[in-house]
């Protein structure tokens, strides 16, 4: 046998095939989640006034830098994070939607202000999505008119969080038959 | 050189005389609100005529178009033109009163360009059809949206809500 | 993601565009000179891109690198702000007003506000206005600052020095502001007879401080700029709005001002105390991007005169005509009015219809960046897309305005 046949049958593991966690998946969770919550790509989507104050946070004072999350990218190809600043409306909806299929996995979503949301104080105009999670769906919310940066990072960090949560092999729940006669009782 | 804000100063009173005399009959109801603006109004039919001529008049050039708006007036649906006049630094607001079945009105953007946009925002919240527009389209909806948001008897469709 | 990814259809914007090329090829423009075929493309910026400063979108006819026509598409950001106020009493809207040209928030509640008391014949207090003054002033210097800031950040995508100091001096800016009136960018601050919130303590002497600073910091960002010749080659000479277009349009503000229309509000249909105070109308000769970002510059050093002037001269009184309490309810008397006025971008307005109830019976916006972005096709045609790019930046646009 070649040697490019030989390596062709060669089965690479993965973690997934792993039937519980075990030591080397909870290492790996760790290394990849860390990686990922801390170097962030977020997209700009700032739509209205919040994106106003998410470009501040980018700047001098409100470093996001100190997040590892200045990497502002404007193609959702090379992103992560999507956070939405600001009022969603009839028009914008299939875009924000199709922007959203076009990130690649794994992907977040945060919904920044009032508007994103709920809808904000436009709620009841006739062109405006009460709220973003109407088209994607969303990790963290953040309230505010706009919020400030400072509420944005705990956003961020809340959103740090969720992505450090990550697991290649889940917990598996305890066996359901053995409980299974109390149940149906 | 060139373009100066009030080369011709000339009073409120003044200017409505002038009007008077040389828009006789076509301008109704001239009136001054102080203190640089002088409201009127016209009959449609004669809107393009008079839109050039306001612009075109010598001593008080309206030359410039501020905004358009449509207002729903229940009874009728108003077309309102907001001009500015370079020579005398005032204004001029030209009220021009439509059916409400049926309303329309000839364009102006050959007399002001910058009508293009102010007419097709009147089209898209109120329903003013302006004759001769050279593109009348939906600037601020989406283009499939059902209805005219400013009319006061507008109700909210479902499918104007995909994303409700 | 969905198991396949259709291709939309095109839109009506990209199907004018597309008949536009057709109609040309038709009439015998579908090659040059040379007989050589055009090869147009038609390419969308938006609406969301990171150079639209909002979300406007850009159906672009390219025709490799130039720019043949442009449409712009907008609503996409259109908050039913008109019927709203149908919805809203005077008072519940002045928030909203806020949210329309949110860079320059004071800017736009004065407008507003203007309007209101205009109809109901209230007369603000002579300390509040000198406090309008004020407040209008520096929202106008933020705006500029965020206005130039981002419109260098587009000739070097976020490259440049210039917009991180614009930025950090903006800081300042929004600090007093807070302190005033407790929110950074949308402040709720202006009430029909005059302001909410008196100045608090030590605010004149923090805010003469930043004004003796300010020229020096003014001086660092022309630093920057004001030699570069990559700076002066991409913008000397392109964008040039002519004085034709001026009228045609009815460009207002420092557009306007950098083709040398002396057309100021402050001076040409004075309102509040400007009448009081010494000021220069800052203009310049081309039109071009340059000259634009020029009188921005100049205005922000006139802008910090006229807010020297004012501290000086701040009587003391109340800063609220009337009751103690704002007036949460008013009927203003049937009738309209329309009040213009200098925002930062330039002829900001509200035409008001009352009918005597407590909510208005409609309302209109004049907005400045509405009637500029109608120049677009014309202004942009003929350039690079590079170049496209830096005239757009240099116009100001504030999508909340355009869109309401």
């Known amino acids: ?185 | 050189m060139g373009l100066e804000v009030g080369s011709n100063p000339m009073s409120m009173d003044a200017i409505a005389a002038l009007l008077a005399e040389r828009f006789a009959g076509d301008l109704a109801d001239i009136r001054i609100q102080e203190p640089d603006t002088i409201r009127t109004k016209c009959a449609p039919e004669q809107l393009k005529d008079i839109a050039r001529r306001l612009k075109d008049d010598p001593d008080a050039g309206y030359e410039t178009l501020n905004w358009i708006a449509g207002v729903d007036r229940q009874a009728s649906i108003e077309s309102i033109y907001h001009v500015y006049s370079w020579q005398t630094n005032t204004w001029l607001e030209l009220h021009v009163d439509l059916p409400r079945e049926n309303p329309e009105v000839d364009t102006v953007t050959g007399v002001w360009p910058a009508a293009d946009w102010h007419e097709r925002e009147a089209w898209d919240m109120v329903g003013i059809v302006y004759l001769g527009h050279p593109d009348l389209r939906r600037i601020l909806l989406k283009d499939d949206f059902i209805g005219h948001p400013l009319r006061k008897d507008y109700i909210d469709l479902a499918e104007n809500h995909p994303h409700a | 993601m969905p198991d396949e990814f259709v291709t939309p259809e095109p839109d009506e914007a990209v199907k004018l565009a597309l008949r536009r090329i057709d109609e040309a090829t038709a009439r015998g423009e579908g090659s040059d000179a040379d007989g050589l075929a055009f090869n147009e493309v038609v390419v969308n910026m938006g609406p969301q891109h990171p150079s639209t400063h909002g979300v406007l979108r850009l159906v672009v006819t390219l025709d490799g690198e130039l720019v043949k026509d442009v449409i712009p598409v907008i609503g996409y950001l259109h908050r039913c702000k008109e019927k709203l106020a149908e919805r809203r009493t005077y008072f519940q809207y002045i928030p909203i007003v806020d949210r329309t040209e949110y860079v320059a928030s004071m800017n736009c509640e004065w407008a507003y506000v203007m309007t209101v008391e205009k109809l109901a014949g209230i007369q603000p207090t002579r300390r509040a206005e000198f406090i309008r003054v004020i407040t209008g002033e520096l929202s106008r210097m933020a705006s500029h600052l965020v206005a130039v800031g981002t419109f260098t950040a587009d000739l070097a995508p976020l490259g440049t020095a210039m917009v991180f100091y614009m930025f950090r001096d903006r800081e300042y800016i929004l600090d007093l502001l807070e302190e005033l009136s407790g929110a950074r960018m949308m402040f709720n601050y202006f009430r029909f007879g005059g302001v909410r919130y008196d100045l608090p303590d030590g605010w004149t002497s923090k805010c003469r401080d930043l004004m003796k600073r300010m020229p020096k910091l003014i001086d660092e960002y022309e630093s920057l700029v004001d030699d570069n010749a990559i700076f002066l080659q991409r913008t000397q000479g392109k964008g040039v709005i002519t004085q034709q277009d001026v009228v045609d349009f009815g460009i207002t503000g420092p557009n306007a001002r950098a083709s040398a229309v002396a057309l100021d509000l402050r001076r040409s249909r004075p309102y509040s105390v400007y009448p009081e105070l010494d000021f220069e109308v800052c203009t310049a000769e081309h039109g071009d991007i340059f000259d634009r970002y020029r009188v921005r510059m100049d205005e922000l050093r006139e802008s910090i005169r006229i807010v020297e002037q004012c501290l000086d001269m701040l009587p003391k009184g109340p800063v609220q005509a009337g009751a103690l309490r704002a007036p949460y309810v008013i009927t203003p008397p049937p009738g309209s009015c329309y009040v213009g006025q200098e925002n930062p971008r330039g002829e900001y307005g509200t035409y008001i219809e009352s009918d005597g109830s407590r909510y208005p019976y409609r309302l209109k916006y004049r907005d400045p960046c509405f009637c500029n972005l109608q120049l677009f096709p014309k202004l942009l045609s003929g350039n690079k897309i590079a170049d496209a790019v830096a005239i757009s930046g240099s116009i100001d646009l504030v999508l909340g305005g355009i869109d309401r």
């Not at chain 1, 790509?41 to 209205?48: D, E, M, V």
């Not at chain 1, 740090?160 to 009782?185: N, T």
Request: glycine share 8%.
């Open chain 1, 1 to 185: 046998m070649g040697m490019s046949e030989r390596i062709k049958t060669v089965r690479y593991p993965k973690l997934e095939h792993f039937s519980e966690p075990n030591v080397i998946t909870t290492t790996a969770d760790f290394i990849f989640s860390w990686a990922r919550s801390h170097s962030v790509f977020p997209f700009t989507y700032g739509l209205a006034c919040c994106a106003i104050e998410m470009l501040t946070s980018g700047f001098a004072r409100y470093d996001i830098a100190r997040y590892g999350m200045e990497v502002f990218r404007p193609t959702p190809r090379q992103c992560d994070l999507m956070i939405v600043a600001g009022t969603v409306n009839e028009k914008m909806a299939p875009v924000l939607k199709r922007l959203y299929d076009q990130m690649s996995e794994p992907k977040w979503v945060i919904s920044m202000g009032a508007c994103a949301t709920s809808g904000g104080p436009f709620y009841d105009g006739y062109n405006v999505v009460n709220g973003v999670d109407k088209v994607v769906p969303v990790d963290v919310y953040i309230p505010g008119c706009p919020p400030r940066p400072e509420a944005l990072f705990q956003g961020l960090l809340e959103l740090q969080g969720k992505i450090q949560q990550h697991k290649f092999v889940a917990d598996k729940p305890a066996l359901a038959d053995a409980a299974a006669p109390a149940e149906e009782a």
